[in-house]
């Protein structure tokens, strides 16, 4: 391995995360550094090994054809090595990572962290709120709830619950309404990220193509809710974004149905994965929380009864 002595380990790494990531700006948000810190050491390590890696382009940089196998190595070994780092560092059997999506994390979750504490008291909870799917290698994290359509390429995918969606807002704001209909002339508070439109629910009620007057947009689920709890519009809102505000009469789903939308809640963990008994026991927990919850909703919001 005496050959490694010859390059710089930043910049191999970064030539990998650009190869891997497709970007420099990805490569460098991934890295902590700057585009123009991943530039020049992509640079500085294509002149140590003596050959060009990537072709410049209006696209950025793109690997060369002939730099296939020297790149795919390079993902392969770093991924090695992120495993080794990782391992090391998982030194408590009794820590259960879980990689959760921010919002179902702040409006669902967080709630309800006590019971299984209270339940499972020798397990400690490390909660990691993000909704990105990043390589299966990485082994800190023991269990990632993520939504979606339940194919995610080197992972497994155990569903929860299907995801349906309905109009909810004020009960002041809903006492003006008649019918379906008469939503239209409310002002919506969009989710911009959202992996679905009011045409999904305005179809299911015969009013598809209908025009959608927009108060405001936001890039967070949960500050819609927020807005929608001021009374600001109405939103389209699934079942574990709005469960508690439902129950506690702060919002209403004044009509129906709570229409499926195509996605869901799901387990996922890396397809080679073996199995943890602090990962079931987690697993059992939430749908059994899950399920209670479901039909506390059912009760205060009739339009979510399956």
């Given at each position: 391995?005496k050959?490694?002595?010859?390059?710089h380990?930043?910049?191999?790494?970064?030539?990998?995360?650009?190869?891997?990531?497709g970007?420099?700006?990805?490569?460098?948000?991934?890295?902590?550094?700057?585009v123009?810190?991943?530039?020049q050491?992509?640079?500085?390590?294509?002149?140590q090994l003596?050959r060009?890696?990537?072709?410049?382009?209006?696209?950025?940089?793109?690997?060369?054809?002939?730099?296939?196998?020297v790149?795919?190595r390079l993902?392969?070994?770093?991924?090695l090595l992120?495993?080794a780092?990782?391992?090391?560092?998982k030194?408590d059997?009794?820590l259960l990572?879980?990689?959760?999506?921010?919002?179902?994390?702040?409006?669902?979750l967080?709630?309800?962290?006590?019971?299984f504490?209270a339940?499972?008291?020798?397990?400690?909870?490390?909660?990691?709120?993000?909704?990105?799917?990043t390589?299966?290698?990485?082994?800190?994290?023991?269990?990632r709830?993520?939504?979606?359509?339940?194919?995610?390429p080197?992972?497994?995918?155990?569903?929860?619950?299907?995801q349906?969606?309905?109009?909810?807002?004020?009960?002041?704001?809903a006492?003006?309404?008649?019918q379906?209909?008469?939503?239209?002339?409310?002002?919506?508070?969009?989710d911009?990220?959202?992996?679905?439109?009011?045409?999904v629910?305005?179809?299911?009620?015969g009013l598809?193509?209908?025009e959608?007057?927009?108060?405001?947009?936001?890039?967070?689920a949960?500050?819609?809710?927020?807005?929608?709890?001021?009374?600001?519009?109405v939103m389209?809102a699934?079942?574990?974004?709005a469960?508690?505000?439902?129950?506690h009469?702060?919002?209403?789903a004044?009509?129906?149905?709570?229409v499926?939308?195509?996605?869901g809640?799901?387990?996922v963990v890396?397809?080679?994965?073996?199995r943890?008994?602090k990962?079931e026991?987690?697993?059992?927990?939430?749908?059994?929380?899950?399920?209670g919850?479901?039909?506390?909703?059912?009760?205060?919001?009739?339009?979510f009864a399956?």
């Amino acid at each position: 391995m005496k050959n490694l002595n010859q390059v710089h380990l930043n910049g191999l790494r970064a030539v990998e995360a650009v190869a891997r990531l497709g970007s420099l700006q990805a490569a460098a948000d991934e890295l902590g550094v700057s585009v123009g810190a991943v530039s020049q050491q992509v640079i500085k390590t294509e002149q140590q090994l003596g050959r060009t890696l990537f072709e410049r382009t209006s696209r950025g940089m793109v690997p060369i054809e002939t730099a296939g196998g020297v790149l795919s190595r390079l993902v392969d070994g770093f991924r090695l090595l992120s495993g080794a780092v990782a391992l090391a560092q998982k030194t408590d059997d009794s820590l259960l990572t879980i990689s959760v999506a921010p919002v179902f994390a702040a409006r669902w979750l967080v709630h309800r962290i006590a019971a299984f504490s209270a339940l499972y008291p020798h397990i400690g909870l490390r909660i990691d709120a993000n909704d990105r799917l990043t390589d299966a290698s990485q082994t800190d994290v023991d269990l990632r709830i993520r939504v979606g359509r339940g194919h995610w390429p080197g992972f497994k995918s155990e569903l929860i619950l299907e995801q349906r969606i309905a109009p909810v807002c004020t009960p002041v704001m809903a006492a003006s309404l008649k019918q379906p209909a008469d939503i239209l002339d409310l002002p919506k508070i969009i989710d911009s990220r959202a992996m679905f439109t009011w045409d999904v629910w305005l179809s299911a009620v015969g009013l598809a193509g209908a025009e959608i007057k927009a108060r405001h947009s936001f890039s967070e689920a949960s500050l819609c809710l927020d807005a929608a709890i001021a009374g600001q519009g109405v939103m389209l809102a699934w079942q574990t974004l709005a469960s508690h505000q439902l129950q506690h009469g702060q919002l209403v789903a004044p009509f129906g149905p709570a229409v499926k939308t195509g996605f869901g809640h799901y387990f996922v963990v890396p397809e080679n994965a073996k199995r943890s008994e602090k990962v079931e026991k987690f697993k059992r927990w939430l749908k059994h929380e899950l399920d209670g919850d479901m039909e506390r909703l059912a009760k205060a919001a009739p339009v979510f009864a399956s």
